[in-house]
């Protein structure tokens, strides 16, 4: 069935450290894709999305590429800041109405 | 803010209880969605509705039930609760009722003890 899978964390980096959370994903058809991050204790929030293949999404140094022929959505950022550490979800909209989420990544950025 | 608003934030009942959770949509949004985090589960989607009809059903247990009202805003109820029911209880709105882009609230933490 419709799956998403993404790398477990935490993955911990230094500040101004490259930043690659992997996500693939199982489903048929064309999903659109997002990540979502969850801050402490708030709800989740849009990071980014693509709705066709070789899409990038992006947003606050956040980049991530659709690609259809490895089915993945793996999130970047060229330099993590504190303020980043929050757990991030990869997530696909295929039904139309639900989303599917992976397991979320922690990450935790020290100074 | 994502503009949508859930309350409580937060849930402390016993087993065998009922509770609601309530959740206005942003302006201007049709759909409501329903999430369950937990932490053997994760983040898995319960019920959509659409402009007060239900569109799309996801695992909701039967003990589980939703509606959303003329005014949009939405109502899920929680029967005969058990301790594995613990857990963030989302809601998400969007304009349309299909591939929209969800924007979520900050959840209603459930306990049951």
């Known amino acids: 069935g419709d799956s998403v899978t993404q790398m477990e964390g935490p993955v911990t980096l230094s500040e101004e450290a490259f930043l690659t959370i992997n996500c693939t994903y199982t489903a048929t058809g064309y999903p659109s894709l997002f990540w979502y991050v969850q801050y402490p204790g708030e709800g989740l929030q849009l990071l980014l999305k693509a709705t066709k293949a070789d899409d990038k999404g992006s947003n606050k140094g956040f980049e991530a590429t659709y690609r259809k022929e490895t089915t993945s959505f793996h999130l970047e950022k060229g330099s993590v800041q504190v303020s980043d550490s929050a757990v991030y979800f990869c997530a696909f909209n295929n039904a139309g109405n639900m989303l599917t989420f992976g397991g979320g990544t922690r990450l935790m950025v020290k100074p | ?113």
């Open chain 2, 1 to 113: 803010d994502s503009g949508v608003t859930q309350t409580p934030k937060h849930l402390i009942t016993a087993t065998g209880q009922r509770v609601t959770l309530r959740c206005s949509p942003r302006s201007g949004d049709l759909s409501v969605y329903w999430y369950q985090q937990s932490l053997d589960q994760g983040l898995q989607f319960l019920i959509q509705y659409y402009n007060g009809e239900e569109r799309a059903k996801g695992n909701i247990l039967e003990r589980f039930s939703a509606q959303q009202f003329p005014d949009l805003h939405s109502e899920l109820n929680l029967s005969s609760l058990e301790l594995g029911d613990s857990a963030l209880y989302f809601c998400a709105s969007s304009v349309g009722s299909t591939y929209n882009e969800q924007f979520f609230g900050p959840g209603t933490r459930l306990t049951v003890l």
